[in-house]
C-alpha cells in the first residue's frame, strides 16, 4: 500500500474507505463520533463478562502451585478466553439486530418448478 493506493480486488474497498473514513454494516457512511458511542456502549455491555473471565484466570493462576502452571491450567485459561470472545461476538450481533436495517427489505424472488426427480422432464409427469 502506498499513499493509500492498493491495487487488486480490495483496492477500491481500501480508497473508498480511505476517504470516507467509516462505515456502518450496510456500508452508509458513519461519523467518528457515532462509531465511538457505539464502540462504547459494546464495551459498556461487554465489561461485566471480561471482569468475570478475567477473575476466573487470576483465581486460576493464583490458586495453582508452581508445578501445576503448565498443562491443565493452560487449557482453562483458553476456555475461559475463548468464553469471552464468544460472549463478544454474541453481544456484537445482537447489537446490530437492535439497530435496525435502514430503508425497506428487498423481496425474495419466487421458487420456480421443482425438478423431477429423473431425467427428463418436470416433477409429476
Not at 6 to 34: L, M, N, Q
Not at 42 to 55: F, M, N, Y
Request: charged content about 30%.
Amino acid at each position: 500500500m502506498q499513499n493509500g493506493w492498493v491495487s487488486g480486488t480490495f483496492g477500491e474497498a481500501a480508497r473508498t474507505r480511505d476517504r470516507a473514513g467509516h462505515s456502518d454494516p450496510d456500508g452508509h457512511h458513519v461519523s467518528d463520533s457515532d462509531r465511538h458511542a457505539r464502540i462504547e456502549a459494546l464495551l459498556t455491555q461487554l465489561r461485566p463478562a471480561a471482569e468475570d473471565a478475567l477473575r476466573r484466570m487470576a483465581e486460576q493462576l493464583v490458586d495453582r502451585p508452581d508445578t501445576e502452571l503448565f498443562g491443565d491450567i493452560e487449557y482453562r485459561l483458553r476456555d475461559a478466553a475463548h468464553d469471552l470472545a464468544t460472549t463478544a461476538h454474541q453481544t456484537g450481533l445482537e447489537a446490530r439486530k437492535k439497530g435496525g436495517t435502514r430503508g425497506r427489505a428487498s423481496c425474495a424472488r419466487g421458487a420456480g418448478r421443482t425438478p423431477g426427480s429423473t431425467p427428463g422432464g418436470p416433477a409429476g409427469l
